[in-house]
């Protein structure tokens, strides 16, 4: 595994990569996370599939502009990615805030993606206007945003992981995924390395933008954890009816299945990916 960055004109994209395999496959983080969440299943797939998995903009390595936090401008960010790596088109694994990024990039540009992995997608579909009222409750909640910090140090830092859904076996590789994406902040204090300013931004964008408004031809393969977030037949209605090619995967874990149970994720992945032409 390598660290790399691409240099755009406004913006530097910083990935992790796996390259000893040759199938195109890109990997996208959740909101708040960054690409060392993906570092199980890089290693697991590192053999037949060329990997990338970046930190989108605001979160990780990545760049952290004030503004412009559309899904539009995470789609151009990720296709100027694959130009630079010579991708016509890839297989795309999304997890949760991402996940509705590939369903809207697979409506706008469809030839970019060989195969869609949609991991317990976030806000679907739009959310009513008025219920913007209730983000800052979203804030102190959601345990993704919870460990955004301030904190008065690494170890109050660490300490409040440890209670979180995502980290609750505290293992090396949810340590790593953790401890990537943090940092010293000048005032001493310890915060993560995703921006107040991408939070807000994203989390207005998710909430207006429908993530799937057409059908979709592409292979789907839509993971399903058993404490996800997607768990009644409401919520799956709409890529039953959008997503024309589709499977549904149901595996043990929560939100964050990669994390604390990925053993079967990694395998689930491969099933899905080896199937495909």
Sequence with gaps: MLRK?????????SYLEWAKGDKPLLLLHGMADCAAVWSSLGQYL?????????DLRGHGESSKPETDYTCDRAIADLEALMDSLGWD????????WSAKILTVWA????KRLR????VDPFFINKIPSFAKITFPLFYRILPFLKAMGPFQSKAEAE?????LKQYRDWSELQQQAFFAGIEA??????????????????????????????????????????????RTP????????????????????????????????????????????
């Design 115 to 118: 195969s869609l992995i949609l």
């Design 89 to 96: 088109n890839a297989h795309v694994l999304a997890h949760s």
């Design 46 to 54: 590192e053999p037949s599939y060329h990997i990338v998995a970046p």
């Design 185 to 230: 902040k000048p005032n001493g204090t310890w915060g993560s390395k995703f921006t107040v300013a991408a939070r807000n931004e994203i989390f207005t964008e998710v909430m207006q933008v429908a993530g799937l408004t057409e059908a979709i031809d592409i292979p789907t393969l839509f993971i399903q954890p058993r404490s996800g977030l997607n």
């Design 159 to 163: 300490k409040l992981a440890k209670t």
């Design 234 to 277: 409401w919520q799956l209605k709409p890529f039953k009816t959008y997503l024309k090619n589709l499977q549904i995967c149901q595996v043990p874990g929560n939100h964050w299945v990669h994390l604390v149970n990925p053993e079967v994720f990694n395998q689930t992945v491969a099933r899905f990916l080896a199937a495909q032409p």
């Design 107 to 110: 409506t706008k540009n469809p």
């Design 5 to 13: 960055q691409l240099k755009l004109q406004d913006l530097e994209i």
